[in-house]
Structures are given as structure tokens and as C-alpha cells.
């Protein structure tokens, strides 16, 4: 079963920068779309980032600007830089995959049926 595995949270002051990699050991995520989601504490999860086979991407306009989604040449590992930190930024992220093997464009709306566990990330002085 694909299981969906996150790396690259940690602690990092205001302004700072992070690397988050997402990938399926032992699968192939090629034909899915990948997307990031966020929750911090209190709130709804969100969704911030996602990319496509093709390579198409959409971001959150929190996110705008600062963050950047890509995939590696083969689209098996999905990363998110994130730069710009700032406090409201702290928050629990998951990466989620959507098999969509046509399309060239993803949504933040779509329904992503896979998930990994989760990374925190936390932005504070």
C-alpha cells in the first residue's frame, strides 16, 4: 500500500528557510499529484501547495511567492521549499497524493486519498 513519508521539518527562526521532501518507498508517484497541506494548532487543516505530472503547480496566497512545490526528474519525490518563514507559518505538514495521470493541472480542492503522517515545522525567535 503506498504510504506517503514526509522529511525535512524542524525549528528555524523568522526569515529562515526549509526543505520539505515527500516520497512513497517502494512506489512509483509518477502519475499522481502531489500536494502539501498544513495544520497548526486550533486551526482547520489547510491546503497550500500542489503540482501535477506535467509539472503544473498552485499555491495558497499565504504562500504565495514564498514557497515553491517541485518534483524530482522522475516526479517520484515531491519537495517544498519553503523560504520567508514567519510564526504563522508553524504548523504540522502533510504531504497527500492523488493518482491523476492526464491531467496537467492540479487543484487545492481535490480530493487527495493518500497521506503521510506529518512534519513539524515551527517558526519562532
Known amino acids: 500500500q503506498l504510504q506517503l513519508v514526509e522529511s525535512g521539518g524542524g525549528s528555524v527562526q523568522p526569515g529562515g528557510s526549509l526543505r520539505l521532501s515527500c516520497a512513497a518507498p517502494?512506489?512509483?508517484?509518477?502519475?499522481?499529484?502531489i500536494a502539501w497541506f498544513r495544520q497548526a494548532p486550533g486551526k482547520e487543516r489547510e491546503a497550500i501547495s500542489c503540482?501535477?505530472?506535467?509539472?503544473?503547480?498552485n499555491y495558497a496566497e499565504p504562500v504565495k511567492g514564498r514557497f515553491r512545490i517541485s518534483r524530482d526528474a522522475r516526479g517520484n519525490t515531491a519537495f517544498l521549499q519553503m523560504n520567508s518563514l514567519e510564526p504563522e507559518d508553524t504548523a504540522v505538514y502533510y504531504c497527500?497524493?492523488?493518482?491523476?495521470?492526464?491531467?496537467?493541472?492540479?487543484?487545492?480542492?481535490?480530493?487527495?486519498?493518500?497521506w503521510g503522517q506529518g512534519t513539524q515545522v515551527t517558526v519562532s525567535s
Open positions: 497527500a497524493a492523488n493518482w491523476n495521470p492526464r491531467s496537467p493541472i492540479c487543484t487545492l480542492q481535490a480530493q487527495y486519498t493518500h
Open positions: 517502494g512506489f512509483a508517484l509518477g502519475s499522481y499529484a
Open positions: 503540482i501535477s505530472v506535467t509539472r503544473g503547480t
